[in-house]
């Protein structure tokens, strides 16, 4: 494995943690800068709309400098978002560093991916992705216990610099690691790829394709149907599957696992036949949101559709995103709005789970409304597969 591939991994780690650790940390920072909970929860609101933002602005911003480079500097911001917030005297400072450590989490992923798939032979481009997906996956397992342990033992601002720590050493990492010329993948033939688009301009070509279009609706609706279920799994496991409040919090791990191996087994799938992999996640991702709804009330059940909803919902993500690069010729832009669409669909997803429940049909109904979204997903994922004409390994090659 590339040294530079765990430099990646590293700063998706950090980038994750400080994502998520702060769920576990809200009631004290609500106390210590004396704010509401509602206030506090901007903390966590804000930081979405921030990655939604950022993921566009920055990656556009720097189209025309070095792929490396702009990787240095993003994690550097991230190094300067959370050190404001270990050190923010007020809350007006805690939400300052939140949304500047949030700018870059969406270039960093759209960008990072694409250097990722260039430190390996184009068969193992997906495999490499996942790599460097695990720090994400990583850290929702370990995030929000991570946070409450630290905060509970050293107080919520240690948390903020042990994830400054981590940002450091993988800003050190990618600097050293990373080779200059990062991002151009050998061909098996031991040619270059093309040079990918640099210009502004260039970069909003790509989204001339049909198929970036349709990778990215297949995106937003996969994460949008996976999200809106899990916005409210907390309610799903204590009101109809009989868990107690304590025991969410280990669920959520199982939730978590599930997410790490379904990123490294549909890295590995997508290196074959990445858009029957796509089609066969989304649609697994379906039937178990599906059955989840049926079968919640049972504890067993509800343990076992918790690990597959996380296997299934995370599998995709290694193919869509070198399918969209692939498609827009690896164009940063277009892997960073892969990451932008992500984001919207999850607000989306948690706007209908929501909806469904004030609507009175229960705490089950997020699940069979992302059941819903995610078979939209599959329908254009499978219309995107036949219209491509080639579903794996000869589009894989187009730049």
């Not at 916005?231 to 280990?250: H, K, L, Q």
């Amino acid at each position: 494995m590339p040294g530079g591939l765990v430099a990646l991994a590293l700063g998706g780690f950090g980038i994750g943690l400080t994502e998520f650790l702060i769920a576990g940390l809200l009631p004290q920072v609500a106390s210590s800068l004396g704010v509401s909970e509602a206030a506090a929860g901007w903390l966590i609101s804000g930081y979405a709309l921030s990655v939604a933002i950022g993921a566009i602005a920055l990656t556009a911003a720097t189209a025309r400098l070095p792929r490396k480079s702009v990787l240095v500097g993003l994690v550097a911001l991230f190094v300067v978002g959370n050190l404001l917030s270990a050190l923010a005297p007020s809350y007006p400072v805690m939400l300052l560093g939140r949304l500047v450590a949030a700018l870059c989490h969406g270039s960093f992923f759209g960008i990072g991916s694409l250097v990722a798939r260039g430190l390996v032979a184009p068969e193992r481009k997906s495999r490499a992705v996942a790599v460097m997906f695990a720090g994400l996956t990583v850290a929702n397992v370990l995030g929000v216990p991570f946070g409450a342990l630290v905060g509970e033992r050293w107080g919520w601002r240690a948390a903020f610099w042990a994830v400054t720590a981590i940002g450091v050493l993988a800003l050190a990492g990618i600097a050293v690691l990373v080779p200059a010329r990062a991002g151009r993948a050998p061909l098996p033939t031991g040619r270059s790829d093309p040079i990918p688009p640099s210009g502004l301009r260039a970069q909003f070509r790509a989204f001339r394709s049909g198929q970036v279009w349709l990778t990215l609706a297949a995106t937003a609706l996969g994460y949008g149907g996976m999200f809106g279920a899990f916005s409210y799994i907390a309610y799903t496991f204590t009101e109809v599957g009989g868990f107690s409040p304590e025991d969410v919090a280990w669920l959520l791990m199982v939730y978590g696992v599930g997410l790490v191996v379904g990123n490294l087994i549909g890295g590995r799938a997508a290196d074959g036949d990445r858009d029957r992999a796509l089609v066969l996640s989304l649609l697994g991702l379906t039937v178990t949101l599906a059955v989840f709804g049926l079968l919640a009330a049972s504890a067993t059940a509800s343990v076992v559709l918790t690990f597959l909803m996380g296997l299934f919902g995370f599998a995709g993500v290694p193919g869509l995103i070198t399918r969209v690069t692939d498609f827009a010729h690896g164009a940063a832009l277009a892997a960073s709005a892969n990451v932008s669409a992500s984001n919207v669909g999850n607000a989306l997803g948690a706007w209908l789970g929501g909806l469904a429940i004030t609507a009175g049909l229960g705490y089950t109904a997020p699940l069979y409304v992302g059941a819903g979204i995610v078979l939209v997903s599959t329908v254009v994922m499978a219309v995107a597969a036949k219209q491509a004409g080639s579903p794996g390994r000869r589009t894989a090659r187009s730049w």
